[in-house]
């Protein structure tokens, strides 16, 4: 396998996990957060945190930085754990 072979595969791995993980946070945190909901105990809570990110600029980057920290935080997670799977089963063939 080629040295640039090999690069493009991690990097199509890492691109591929980076759109998982942002199909997850699209899924289960976005997705909820626009469908209606039943119980509404604060009508305007919408409106009123529109407002803050637009008068707020800074909070609306720092949001975004957020999000994409935890998306590499859980990339780095999933990595060490299979790297520690792949380490813990070579040692297990060489046993």
């Known amino acids: 396998m080629t040295v640039q072979l090999k690069a493009t595969l991690w ?5 591929g996990l980076f759109l998982f993980e942002a199909s997850l946070v699209v899924a289960f945190y976005v997705i909820p957060q626009i469908q209606a909901h039943e119980y509404n105990a604060h009508p305007n809570i919408g409106l009123e945190l529109d407002a803050v990110i637009r008068e707020h600029s800074g909070l609306k980057i720092g949001l975004i930085l957020y999000c994409a920290l935890f998306l590499l935080g859980n990339i780095g997670l999933i990595v060490m754990v299979w790297q520690s799977f792949k380490t ?7 046993e």
């Open 88 to 94: 813990l089963r070579i040692a297990t063939r060489k």
């Open 11 to 15: 990097f199509l791995f890492w691109l």
